[in-house]
């Protein structure tokens, strides 16, 4: 279909050097074909042109000072991709890899997750270059309290609610928050991920790791199988990655690995959750310095990584949880994995296997959940925040985590059931894509040409 083909290269040569929104774009658009042949409507009104394109996008300058006094500048972004389904909603990414593409690349792919939960949420991402590494606590609310004092302007309640992802957790969004509050005098639910004493959601922190479970949990549960007695890969040691082994654990499944920017971590025995949880939510240290508690666990630091890929995919297991970053799996590790009989892959980051990896998968048929819809657990539970800061209530855990469980098993069978419908009832990509780009697609039909 050359319409797709001529879309994917105008937007090479409108938004130059931007390869991870390509390869989101390109993933989405190509999933689409089977729909445009069956529903060519959809072409007339230009939805896929006007989808690839953010309705707005923000970029501002950040200055603070260190420290040691000095004056450092980073870069900020907002991208409010789509509103068609709601407020624009998705998180704020601190990383030094961070740039305008990064931004757009997790905005899009935040429009279809968030379709996908089936709540009146739009696309939306932002974040910046700044590095959380080796920062002071001050230096940290110094930066944080800079990047609101731009931000305050383009956000609102009902108009854009951030909230965190990569380099940014509760405490980043409590200093997000205070500035927010100073600026505006306003206590409002303007962004999501709050501590629990001031407006935060139980169980917003455990939500994307839980759901992410649950996920694979619907999947082989349709495939007559269960994670009980499962051996677990799990990547990252971050938000998702902690609350992925706890869910785990309590699914009776054995998660053997995570990993941080320096090395991945192996304990055959199963990640000691608590020595985990002090090292990286209370220290903030390197996994390294797990091996003084457990001699029989072993580290690989990054310099022995394989060249066409990464330690922790090379490890055998039944299931892999990807939970770190953007393109941590590449095809090598997927060959690996597969050869080494892997029959679940559910993944808690954005984006984390490189296209050429989710053609493996998907070739071989294995429960493959792909990001948009395997991760949509922390920002439907975010809209969770949203619902109970409007109606000043607090929810309890039970709730929120039915809730949670519900709208998962949701995500995974409108996934199932569009694959089913266009023929490749295993290709939860292709009905992950299907489904949210529908949805969207119908309310911006819906709404005329804005
Ligand atoms: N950053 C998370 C994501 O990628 C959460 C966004 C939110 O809670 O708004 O979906």
Redesign the pocket.
Known sequence: MPYVHDTLERLRKSSPAQTEFYQAAEEVLECLRPLFQHSPHYLDHSIIERIVEPERQIMFRICWTDDAGKVQVNKGYRVQFNSALGPY???LRFHPSVTSGTIKF?GFE?IF?NALTGLPIGGGKGGSDFDPKGRSDGEIMRFCQAFMAELYRHIGPTTD?????IGVGGREIGYLYGQYKRLTGRYEGVL??KGLDWGGSIGRKEA?GYGAVYFAQNMLEARGKTLEGKTCLVSGAGNVAIYTIEKLYEMGARPITCSDSRGTLHDPRGIDLDLLKELKEVKRASLEAYLEHHSEASYIPVGEYPEDGHAVWRIKADAAFPCATQNELTAGDAEVLLKNGITCISEGA?MPSTADAVDRFLEARIAYGPGKAA??G??AT?QLEMAQNSSMEQWPLEKVDAKLKEIMANIHQQCADTAEEFGEPTNLVLGANIAGFRKVADAMIDQGVV
């Open positions: 909603k998705g998180g997790l935040q997750k609610v951030p909230a965190g992802d999501t991920g994307t954005n991760n949509a922390g920002v975010s």
